[in-house]
């Protein structure tokens, strides 16, 4: 009997058919195993148990037809249009196929060779016929597998066909049968479960079409299951092992902030924080995720975590992705700050006295800092420099650090770090948790992740399956939604127009185009050319550039700029996508909005509307793809971030979205966590539960190696010790 374990340690070049170059090939294609081999399930199947002679298919229907290749001929009637012809034949008749400019169709059919076509059949000059048909190859017709049964199609990989994949799984199940069973036999059968040898045999070489679905079940099932078991020993691990900081503080300091805001906060907000409050009285670390839309007031709760720490004698950090985003982050905390009467420097205190005689004076102050590769600033000293903020960062003279994740790289040492704010990092893992962790010495520091793009339940129990999870799901009062129009490229005059009007009503306009030059390859508009394009077009304005090419101290003085009203429209890139806060900016025009997802569309139309006046968002695209036309007609449609969310999955499919944060997710093969939600809700359960009652697996080796063997290395520390 061979375990997943055991087939995970065998490569592809042991199966026959798969040796050399082919095994290079899959490997490309992260199939380095047995086990990767097995788990890739056909894309399709077609039923050659019951056989349609093509002489009796109707006319008009959408079917397949499986027949003889007997002639391939192109011919090219013009330039740029090529026809490519076949001739398919079984023993009642023959049907031709056409496609236009599909020249690898010529390669692809040879002579002789059996072939499936699938697609709607039709009369032309009397004969039948089907347009651009999709095409599987079946190689030879006495293949055994191909023959009378349930033919199984699985995807090509490289060079490697269809078939020879097929012929290839074929041998390695043989080899690898019976396959052995690591998962508890009771959740099997609490959710009537096929048995797992069984459903490998059956995904791959179904006696009929309705044996698969059960079949998949059983392999999504334990796909998620080996996933949510990761996540749940590691959330174990930081609640047990992990040394964390017990905040005792009186809550006074977060009080007189609170207090000293000119706006209530919203029940969400107050909910959040007791929530985080929480989490701060124990001594594990904290490890949450805070969504909210854009405008939602995270950063107030973030800073009011923060407070909760500093109370106590502990240091606090922001780390954002980028030096924009952090600068931003920097004057928004001290504008909040000042607010309350929190902040030296802005009180006149810090920049004309000693740190000494501002706490002599009996003013409540938190020392905030703001490092970056290229700025260092303080608001209790101005003037200070990076050597010296490095140096008070150490002595624990600094209360707060706002930067980029270069604070918890080399060279950045705090006194005591006790609470972490991380914002729009959709990448912090395990690795920068365990930098954190040697920033603050002996204990764990409590960490917020920050989100304002809407992440749908099913991406955060994967993605996020080891946080806790706080949503701020209301606005503040008084906030509009962003009215969001399409425009033609032809309307494009429509949006100049507006911004126009804005403008001399005293406000700001974004346009942010998809590239950064003109690219010969890419029909799209590009910052700098449209930024040339319309400094001429709308002469009478002010209008500024912005990329994510400049360097760092001309991206701050244009964003400077813009803040200080000293432009009125900024054409941009997607730099200005996260954090960037303009309350007097009302106007957003996307160009190509179709080349854009729907993540990035719906950030982006939440830069503009965060004032006393409302906000437009101006999409201009000519959408050339089903995809593009769906992403616009969201955007039109709702201004809620957590359906486009869901949509944006939807269109671009879990890969694309889920990125890479956890070993694993971006490799699921044969799970869809939307479609299978109800599977990943049964697994991460049962996961969660058995990891409950046995923190260490100890009485489940078997299982600790199938995820070590499944998700890579990336796992391998959270079964140690």
């Known amino acids: 009997m061979a375990s997943l374990s055991r087939l995970a340690q065998i490569g592809t070049s042991e199966v026959k058919g798969l040796g050399g170059k082919r095994s290079s090939a899959l490997a490309k294609a992260g199939i380095d195993s047995v086990a990767d081999l097995l788990h890739h399930v056909p894309r399709r199947y077609i039923d050659r148990s019951i056989k349609s002679p093509i002489a009796q298919i109707p006319i008009g229907s959408e079917v397949t037809v499986i027949g003889e290749v007997r002639s391939v001929s192109m011919r090219r009637p013009r330039r740029n249009l090529a026809i490519i012809e076949a001739l398919i034949a079984d023993e009642s008749a023959t049907i031709k196929a056409v496609w236009f ?22 009369s032309f000059r009397g004969a039948l016929q089907m347009k651009s048909p999709a095409v599987d190859v079946l190689d030879s017709p006495s293949e055994s597998l191909i023959t009378g049964r349930i033919v199984p199609i699985h995807g090509s990989v490289g060079e490697v066909s269809p078939g020879i994949m097929r012929r290839a799984i074929h041998n390695a199940l043989l080899r690898s049968r019976p396959i052995e069973d690591a998962v508890p036999p009771e959740f099997i059968e609490a959710h009537g479960l096929m048995d797992r040898d069984q459903a490998f045999g059956v995904i791959h070489f179904p006696e009929t079409i309705e044996d698969v679905g059960p079949a998949r079940e059983r392999l999504v099932y334990d796909e998620l299951f080996r996933l949510e078991l990761a996540l749940a020993v590691q959330k174990r691990k930081q609640m047990i092992e992990a040394t964390g900081v017990a905040h005792e503080a009186s809550g006074d300091l977060v009080r ?54 500093i109370e106590g004698g502990w240091q606090g950090a922001i780390m954002a992705p980028t030096e924009v985003l952090a600068g931003q982050h920097y004057l928004g905390v001290r504008e909040l700050l000042a607010e309350a009467g929190l902040s030296p420097g802005l009180q006149g205190a810090g920049a004309q006295m000693g740190m000494d005689s501002l706490f002599d004076s009996g003013e409540p102050a938190v020392h905030l800092a703001l490092l970056t590769g290229s700025v260092a600033t303080a608001n209790y000293r101005p003037d200070i420099t990076k050597a010296g903020l490095l140096e008070d960062i150490a002595a624990g003279q600094v209360d707060l650090v706002v930067g980029t994740h270069a604070l918890i790289q080399e060279g950045v040492h705090f006194h005591r770090l006790g609470v972490v704010v991380v914002d729009e990092q959709h990448r912090f893992g395990v ?58 490229k032809m309307e494009e005059g429509t949006a100049w127009k507006l911004i126009e009007k804005e403008i001399a009503q005293g406000r700001q306009a974004f346009v942010v185009c998809p590239l950064v030059e003109d690219s010969p390859k890419v029909e799209a508009a590009s910052a700098v050319a449209e930024h040339k394009r319309l400094s001429g077009l709308l002469a009478e304005l002010r209008v500024g550039l912005i990329h ?23 054409v941009s890139t997607t730099v200005i996508e996260v954090g960037i806060d303009i309350p007097n900016a009302t106007v957003m025009v996307i160009e190509d909005a179709d080349r854009f997802g729907l993540s990035q569309l719906h950030q982006l139309r939440g830069r503009v509307g965060r004032g006393q006046h409302p906000g437009t968002c101006l999409l201009i695209a000519d959408a050339t793809t089903e995809e593009g036309e769906g992403r616009l007609a969201a955007m039109v449609a709702t201004n ?28 699921l093969k044969l799970a869809d966590i939307l479609e299978d939600f109800e599977l990943l809700v049964a697994a991460r359960r049962d996961a969660f539960g058995l990891v409950d009652s046995d923190p260490h697996l100890k009485n489940h080796p078997d299982l600790i190696s199938e995820v070590r063997a499944m998700l890579g290395d990336q796992v391998e520390w959270l079964f140690v010790g």
């Open 640 to 667: 809620d971030g957590f359906r486009l969310a869901e949509e944006d999955l939807r269109i671009r499919g879990q890969g694309t979205v889920l990125g890479t944060r956890q070993s694993g997710v971006k490799d």
């Open 256 to 309: 007189q902030f609170l207090q000293g805001l000119p706006y209530s906060l919203t029940a969400a907000q107050t909910r959040v924080l007791s929530e985080i409050e929480a989490d701060l009285k124990v001594p594990h670390p904290m490890h949450r995720l805070l969504q909210g839309e854009v405008g939602s007031g995270k950063t107030v709760v973030a800073v009011s975590t923060l407070l909760h720490g």
């Open 548 to 570: 994510g090419q400049l360097r760092s101290a001309d991206k701050e003085a244009v964003m400077s700029d813009f803040r200080a009203g000293d432009l009125d429209v900024l």
């Open 101 to 122: 400019n599909q020249t690898f169709r010529k390669r692809q059919l040879t002579k002789g060779a059996q072939v499936a076509l699938s697609g709607v059949v039709e």
């Open 431 to 488: 690795a920068q948790r365990v930098q954190l962790k040697e920033k603050a010495d002996l204990v764990e520091p409590d960490l917020l992740i920050m989100t304002a793009t809407p992440i749908p339940r099913t991406l955060s129990m994967t993605l996020y399956g080891d946080l806790d999870v706080s949503v701020i799901d209301e606005m503040p009062p008084g906030r509009t939604p962003v009215g969001t129009t399409l425009l033609s």
